[in-house]
């Protein structure tokens, strides 16, 4: 027990610090964060703590609006993820959103495999749909760490395309805003992130029938 309050108390002794350290460097930074937001991003990532959004591209506060969840994915009967994507692009309006996924990612691996875990079974079967889509590809790779690291990466091309097909994207892209999705993964070993090349700024390369009419 003493170890969880000696944590507990270590973390807001380090929020005064941090909140000193800031105030030291520009006396007016919290009233100027105070007075509203205007990130250019949003960024969708996965909840693994080993992959802090704004320290992966060295941003700063105000400057990314994040929506995390396991595995990073774009499940269209979300309203938390909707929510946040809607504020996001009809708000703030953001002109980047990426999707980063990371190699190693628990949700992944989970999917490659038959264990029941408890509740999130039901999350993880949206991403065994990915394997499902690309089965016949990944059961080609032979070397399971090659396997994994490849699922990896079309499940964030999946989300991201999945994000061009929300009527909440496409509105924006009718209504001529600049928009524009990727697809990155964050390499845990190496501190590097990978762009898959997965871009869409409009709905020209979606199949037609997710090519929404408004």
Partial sequence: MSTSVDFYKKILDNNKIWSETKLSQDPEYFQ????GQQPPLL?????????PANEVIGA???EVFVHRNIANMVVHTDMNML????YAVNV?????IIVCGHYGCGGVKAAMGNDSIGLIDNWIRHIKDVYRHHHAYLDSILDENDRFNAFVELNVKEQVSDLAKTSIVQNAW???????????????????VKD???NFCDNGDLGKVHRLQF
């Fill in 83 to 86: 929510s946040v994507l809607d």
């Fill in 92 to 96: 703030l309006k953001v002109k980047h």
């Fill in 196 to 198: 898959l090349e997965v």
């Fill in 32 to 35: 100027k964060l105070a007075k």
């Fill in 174 to 192: 009718k209504n001529g805003q600049e928009l524009c999705l990727h697809g990155w993964v964050y390499g845990l070993d190496t501190g590097i």
């Fill in 43 to 51: 960024w969708i990532g996965c909840s693994d703590s080993r992959v």
């Fill in 60 to 62: 700063q506060p105000g």
